[in-house]
């Protein structure tokens, strides 16, 4: 069944007065790997790194990441208009792109820096146990696989499931068509292995909102792709799962989606107050 999504306008209300009240700032250009790693590879040291906007003189606010898109071989960090004045810290990441670099690494630049808001929030004021992490397309994909898959994050240090929400945005729940034309596999024949969100479906995940365009405007099988991981996720026993489909929307489907990224981050606050 079609959820059609209106009076988005209304979702921001309980976030307008207070925000109006607050200064922001932003720092650009933050290296999310140590010095040693930047040292190592010029492609990281120019490649990967954050910008943060953030809410001045404010404690224990929530942060939102968001991953850019553009199938894990283009696009650059951003920090998406939509999301700024809400009371919130936005993180937009850039990392490595294929085919520089084998499309995993992408996954590996996103481990990282969700790493380093979880040791560097709190530096900015922020609570680290209110991170959420979004994005579109090949950002919605990298922000599933360090969600669901435990062993990106690991290898950081962090519990993947230390993560406030995951909210990705029309993701690719099948393996990454990059790392299938990696391999040599054609755009239109789905394959779900180990780089494959679906593959990691598990019922002590995070809270998980998938957004989509409308099923006959979205690329490819997108829609059926994230229904398909929202019924998954649910008959595996997660108690906090969600799928919206926009429509009348294709694969750019942000600016409808995002005061619905807002509305899950301050439901998930709310909850977190009681």
């Not at 360090?146 to 519990?159: A, R």
């Not at 790392?179 to 990691?200: C, M, S, V």
């Not at 906090?240 to 929307?249: R, S």
Request: charged share 20%.
């Amino acid at each position: 069944m079609k959820k059609i999504i209106f009076l988005f306008s209304f979702l921001f209300i309980c976030t307008t007065s207070f925000s109006q009240q607050i200064e922001y700032e932003t720092n650009s250009n933050i290296q999310y790997y140590n010095t040693s790693t930047n040292k190592s590879d010029s492609y990281i040291n120019e490649r990967c790194t954050l910008d943060i906007y953030y809410p001045k003189n404010t404690k224990n606010f929530a942060t939102i990441i968001w991953f850019h898109g553009g199938g894990l071989t283009g696009g650059s960090k951003e920090i998406p208009e939509a999301l700024k004045n809400k009371g919130f810290a936005i993180i937009g990441v850039n990392y490595r792109l294929s085919p520089k670099v084998k499309a995993a690494k992408c996954i590996e630049d996103a481990a990282a820096a969700v790493a380093w808001a979880f040791n560097n929030i709190a530096n900015y004021g922020g609570d680290k146990s209110l991170i959420f992490v979004s994005g579109h397309s090949a950002g919605g994909y990298l922000a599933m696989m360090i969600g669901l898959d435990k062993k990106w994050l690991q290898k950081e240090g962090i519990d993947a499931n230390k993560i406030a929400g995951l909210i990705p945005f029309s993701g690719q729940c099948i393996t990454h068509f990059e790392i299938r034309k990696e391999n040599g596999i054609p755009d239109t024949q789905p394959t779900i292995d180990a780089f494959a969100p679906l593959f990691h479906v598990r019922a002590d995940a995070p809270p998980l909102l998938l957004i989509t365009g409308d099923r006959e405007l979205e690329m490819l099988g997108r829609y059926e792709e994230n229904a398909y991981m929202a019924r998954m996720m649910k008959l595996v026993g997660h108690k906090q799962t969600k799928l919206f489909e926009l429509d009348g929307y294709g694969h750019g489907m942000t600016e409808p989606a995002f005061p619905l990224l807002v509305n899950e981050v301050n439901r998930i606050l709310k909850e977190s107050k009681k």
